[in-house]
């Protein structure tokens, strides 16, 4: 099983690969390798691993992984750009348009999400005919769709809107909002690792089932974590209050260990304790 170091190294090595020397790349090494747990690229790696003993495409794997964590860290630099949620530290580091300036923090993050397409289209083509290459791209299409305006990207506008107070807020928004702006890219990880693992049609729906419900749990602990800041009007908590976001969080919790145990992905379960007690 990958670990976070082995992880960053690798990425460390894929990234000089592709990306040639410029002030560019320094802003975007700057975010990439600033910290964070690299939650969904492990995710990723370790779902492909519990249902693929072949392991007949793990580098591709190792590669979508890269790929999902590009598309994570370009949306968190955008979501700190001033125009959006206006936030100067991000990773326990100033945030990068705070260093690099707006116009350069902008494009260090499409630059993050033309190197997700490039490291995941770059690895297909070293696949010959076959099953190998229709999963792989099978996998790139769910990971591109449900990040872009089916998913994740979606779902920053649904936010933008509710901060802009724009749509009465309740319930059903923003678990809408939840499930694209958080829950999409968790879905992406977990189910681009099962697609590449080869897993069938029936057993696919129980994992974006699953994913579904880990974005939602992501997103309930992480707005628990900011409870008191003033800007986080469309959280749970805000809306239903603290102890009923904290029933509801134990909910999720209990479905998708059953579920994770249903799917063969027994490691989660460690994980989703550990997500209970998360502290950043
Ligand atoms: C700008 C297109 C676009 C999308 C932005 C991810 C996102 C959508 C906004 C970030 C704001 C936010 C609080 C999102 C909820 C998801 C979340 C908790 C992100 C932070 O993820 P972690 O905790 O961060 O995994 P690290 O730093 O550990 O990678």
Redesign the pocket.
């Known amino acids: 099983m990958y670990s976070k170091t082995l992880f960053e190294e690798k990425m460390r090595a894929v990234f000089d690969e592709y990306v040639e020397d410029s002030s560019l790349k320094r802003a975007m090494a700057y975010s990439l390798f600033a910290?964070?747990?690299?939650?969904?690229p492990l995710l990723l790696l370790s779902v492909y691993e519990a249902l693929d003993q072949s392991r007949a495409v793990e580098g591709i794997a190792l590669h979508f992984a890269i790929a999902i964590e590009c598309i994570?860290t370009y949306?968190?630099i955008?979501?700190d750009l001033p125009c959006?949620?206006d936030d100067s530290i991000?990773?326990g580091k100033p945030s990068l348009h705070k260093v690099y300036g707006e116009a350069e923090a902008l494009i260090a993050g499409d630059a993050l999400l033309n190197l997700a397409f490039e490291v995941m289209s770059g690895e297909l083509m070293s696949l010959g005919e076959g099953r190998s290459l229709s999963r792989a791209l099978k996998a790139m299409n769910y990971v591109v769709r449900r990040t872009g305006a089916s998913g994740?990207?979606l779902?920053?506008s649904l936010d933008m809107a509710t901060m802009l107070a724009e749509t009465e807020l309740t319930t059903t928004l923003v678990d809408r909002v939840n499930r694209y702006?958080?829950g999409a890219?968790i879905q992406s990880s977990i189910g681009a690792g099962a697609i590449l693992a080869g897993v069938q049609e029936n057993q696919f729906r129980m994992v974006e089932t699953l994913g579904d419900q880990l974005g939602r749990m992501?997103?309930l602990t992480?707005d628990l974590l900011d409870i008191g800041d003033s800007r986080s009007t469309s959280s749970y908590p805000a809306l239903v209050g603290v102890e009923r976001t904290k029933a509801i969080v134990q909910e999720l919790a209990l479905s998708s260990k059953t579920l994770s145990r249903e799917l063969s992905m027994d490691f989660l379960v460690d994980w989703i304790d550990k997500l209970l007690c998360r502290e950043?």
């Open positions: 910290g964070g747990k690299r939650f969904r994570h949306s968190l955008h979501d959006m949620d991000r990773r994740m990207v779902g920053q702006k958080t890219l992501f997103q992480d950043d």
